[in-house]
């Protein structure tokens, strides 16, 4: 069956980096877009960034874009995300998510079929 | 696109139904979207995508209708095990967008 697992994180302090990662099985890894999802505590989903399966396209929402880098090893069946200069808004349970094959008309990364667990980042001083 | 789900929190006893909405502030493209179930310390659960199809082992509890700006998830005899925040989200329109979510309690 499909399974993510994120790790990396972890408590840092404000203007500091971390690396997540996110390890998948049970699908062809490469085929499909990947996306990180966040939430803060106590708040509700926001994307954070999505990559397409041969890493060719990249997109991030406003809130990290120029601070975050999205990456994957399809050889690893792995997803990255780098973040630097992190701020306490930045805090928040991070999830990696898959999506479905290509949807004709659909903006990607489409719908989120399946979550990993969640990786909680502390940006505090 | 902006999405804004109503009421914030439901609060229903075990069998009752409960009616979750989702308005968008401009039509979502091809009916294109989702909902999930996010139920205490768990990540997300897709249940709903194209949005009326439930997604693979969603109980048949679970319904959802609507199109352009108006959409609905329908739970009919409600469990407890439903209590949780459901979230829809728009895969129509780029930037993809969630909204604040429902809570669901269960009496």
């Known amino acids: 069956q499909v399974k993510l697992a994120e790790s990396g994180g972890d408590l840092v302090k404000p203007g500091g980096s971390l690396r997540l990662s996110c390890v998948a099985s049970g699908f062809t890894f490469n085929d499909y877009y990947m996306t990180w999802i966040r939430q803060a505590p106590g708040k509700g989903l926001e994307w954070v960034s999505y990559?397409?399966?041969?890493?060719?396209?990249?997109r991030y929402a406003d809130s990290v874009k120029g601070r975050f880098t999205i990456s994957r090893d399809n050889a690893k069946n792995s997803l990255y995300l780098q973040m630097n200069s992190l701020r306490a808004e930045d805090t928040a349970v991070y999830y990696c998510a898959s999506s479905p094959p290509p949807i004709f008309g659909a903006f990607p990364p489409y719908y989120f079929n399946y979550w990993g667990q969640g990786a909680l980042v502390t940006v505090s001083s | 696109i902006v999405l804004t789900q109503s009421p914030g929190t439901l609060s229903l006893s075990p069998g009752e139904r409960a009616t979750l909405s989702c308005r968008a502030s401009q039509s979502v493209t091809s009916s294109f979207l989702a909902w999930y179930q996010q139920k205490p310390g768990q990540a997300p659960r897709l249940l709903i995508h194209g949005a009326t199809s439930r997604a693979t082992g969603v109980p048949d509890r679970f319904s959802a209708s609507g199109s352009g700006t108006d959409f609905t998830l329908t739970i009919t005899r409600l469990e407890t095990e439903d209590s949780a925040v459901y979230y829809c989200h728009q895969y129509g329109s780029s930037p993809l967008t969630f909204g604040g979510g429902t809570k669901v309690e269960i009496k």
């Open positions: 990559i397409d399966g041969r890493s060719t396209f990249t």
